[in-house]
């Protein structure tokens, strides 16, 4: 059974920076598709980041140029390095893998149970 485990969330001020970590368990196979969303009670989870095995990615609009998503395809390891965060940047920020961009693009797929992140001085 494959699971996703985040790590790195906590408090962080306005304007700093934070690291978001997610490592693959009890998987046999290269995820090609991982990436990071986020979700604020009240509100749908939305994407943030996505990368692909190729190195392709994309992100949200309202995190381009603050946020850089990377990736160990050996490891099948996804990391979100958040830079010059905002209050509106707290959420809980979620991992999710899929073995193709096909399984990602359906929706299905492994997420992990999230990590906090509080933006606040």
């Known amino acids: 059974q494959v699971q996703l485990v985040e790590f790195g969330g906590g408090l962080v001020q306005p304007g700093g920076l934070l690291r978001l970590p997610c490592a693959t368990f009890?998987?046999?196979?290269?995820?090609?598709?991982m990436g990071w969303y986020r979700q604020v009670p009240g509100k749908q989870r939305e994407l943030v980041a996505r990368?692909?095995?190729?190195?392709?990615?994309n992100y949200a609009d309202s995190v381009k140029g603050r946020f850089t998503i990377s990736r160990d395809n050996a490891e099948n390891t996804v990391d979100l390095h958040m830079r010059d965060l905002k209050p509106e940047d707290t959420a809980v920020y979620y991992c999710?893998?899929?073995?193709?961009?096909?399984?990602?693009?359906?929706?299905?797929?492994?997420w992990g149970k999230g990590t906090l992140v509080t933006v606040s001085s």
């Open positions: 009890g998987s046999r196979f290269r995820l090609d598709a």
């Open positions: 990368i692909i095995s190729d190195g392709r990615t």
């Open positions: 999710r893998a899929a073995l193709t961009t096909t399984i990602w693009d359906s929706g299905t797929g492994y």
